[in-house]
């Protein structure tokens, strides 16, 4: 993921600004609204990399191996790894967007 200012704000900041998105996020209910808030807010390389990943999980949940999931989306090993990981340790949020799609 890309890394974010070196310049740390405070926490209650900080906690207002992840607050702000998820509210977005959540009250965009319209497919072509997600769509024109996230090209106004990521780069198409971003998107790409969040969608990948999230494909990633799909493919190790439907029993991929790393190596196989890694050369379907030209991820590195390394990448999946950690996706695996990640879905290991937080599997909620995982099992919340499969349920979606």
Avoid: C, W
């Avoid at 607050?19 to 998107?47: P, Y």
């Avoid at 030209?74 to 799609?101: C, F, P, Q, S």
Wanted: charged residues 30%; glycine residues 2%; positive net charge.
């Amino acid at each position: 993921m890309p890394h974010v200012s070196r310049i740390k704000l405070d926490k209650q900041a900080e906690y207002k600004l992840i607050d702000s998105l998820e509210v977005v996020l959540t009250r965009v209910s319209k497919k072509d609204e997600m769509t024109a808030f996230l090209f106004s807010l990521m780069t198409h390389t971003e998107k790409l990399m969040l969608a990948k990943r999230l494909s990633a999980v799909i493919l190790l949940k439907e029993g991929l191996t790393q190596s196989q999931v890694a050369n379907a989306l030209h991820l590195t090993r390394v990448t999946v790894n950690k996706m695996e990981l990640l879905l290991e340790t937080k599997k909620e949020g995982y099992d919340i967007a499969l349920r979606v799609l």
